[in-house]
């Protein structure tokens, strides 16, 4: 059964170990009730993928991820035939003297077509119809966008040898973008839209907790807080995202720290930052003064 209400939403998620606001639980909901594609826009690592992970685990829906990435195309995407068996097929029908036509009908059947994850989405799953994660579309080519258009728009997809393959319930789908490059109009007029934004310090803080328990929450409340100001007062070339966080807690955790200091953000920061550039900006003054920051914020 799908939330009847946004805070139904909010408390799935929540559940799920997802801390939604109201904003962007709101754009989940309608999605869902309305039966319309979800595009979620937003820099890498503030919880957009993280979004269908969780509705797909809540509802008990199958999730099916197509990861876009440069030279995506339609075999990759949608579906292709199996030559190797079309061609063996072709041998034993020429051998047994089937004619042509019966031998060509045959080879463009269903057994012999190979289901990639858009495809898959329009099939019946277990459980209802499944979440379907089109993730970084940004990274795919523009040309790829077009592939798109019937099954965002109508749940359908052509293939020239059998037909149109239309879903009896169409999945849910969530499209992520880390705006790399615009995404074609054509393409936002058939979703709903969402910016998804760093979070602030209280729901990053419980989103922290939520995803590392078993840190303490004096330790999650210090790197939240270095975190947040490292964000608004450091020109890095790439900002942390909260999975960053999530992870720097994590890390910090297990080797014992009980507070962020000086040696532990020297020995830790390749989990925080991933280029070398931002990693040299952090050392020696810099981090001293985060760190004082972060320990006035989060108390001691």
Request: overall charge negative; hydrophobic content about 45%; charged content about 25%.
């Amino acid at each position: 059964m799908l939330p009847t209400t946004t805070e139904d939403l909010i408390q799935l998620l929540s559940e799920g170990g997802y801390i939604a606001d109201i904003e962007l639980a709101t754009s989940v909901f309608l999605a869902l009730k309305l039966g319309r594609p979800l595009l979620l826009e937003g820099e890498a690592g503030v919880g957009k993928t993280e979004i269908a992970k969780v509705l797909a685990t809540q509802l008990g829906r199958r999730l099916i991820r197509l990861q876009c990435y440069e030279g995506l195309d339609l075999a990759s995407a949608l579906y292709e035939w199996d030559y190797a068996r079309q061609m063996i097929q072709i041998r034993l029908g020429e051998g047994s003297g089937e004619s042509q036509e019966s031998l060509e009908h045959e080879i463009f059947s269903d057994r012999f077509l190979m289901r990639r994850p858009l495809l898959q989405a329009l099939e019946p799953q277990p459980g209802g119809a499944p979440v379907l994660l089109i993730d970084e579309l940004d990274r795919a080519d523009e040309p790829f966008e077009a592939f798109l258009l019937e099954l965002l728009s109508d749940f359908q997809c052509s293939i020239p040898e059998i037909g149109v393959i239309k879903a009896e319930q169409p999945p849910i789908v969530i499209i992520t973008s880390n705006r790399t490059r615009e995404i074609h109009d054509a393409l936002r007029r058939r979703c709903f839209y969402a910016w998804v934004d760093y979070p602030d310090a209280e729901r990053e803080l419980a989103i922290v907790r939520s995803r590392a328990p078993a840190a303490s929450a004096h330790l999650a409340r210090q790197v939240v807080a270095m975190v947040q100001n490292l964000r608004s007062s450091v020109a890095l070339f790439k900002q942390p995202g909260v999975a960053e966080a999530i992870d720097w807690v994590r890390a910090l955790d297990h080797i014992g720290a009980h507070d962020v200091e000086a040696r532990h953000i020297n020995a830790t920061l390749g989990v925080l930052l991933k280029y070398q550039d931002d990693i040299e900006l952090l050392r020696g003054e810099e981090a001293e003064r985060l760190l004082a920051v972060a320990q006035s914020s989060a108390g001691r």
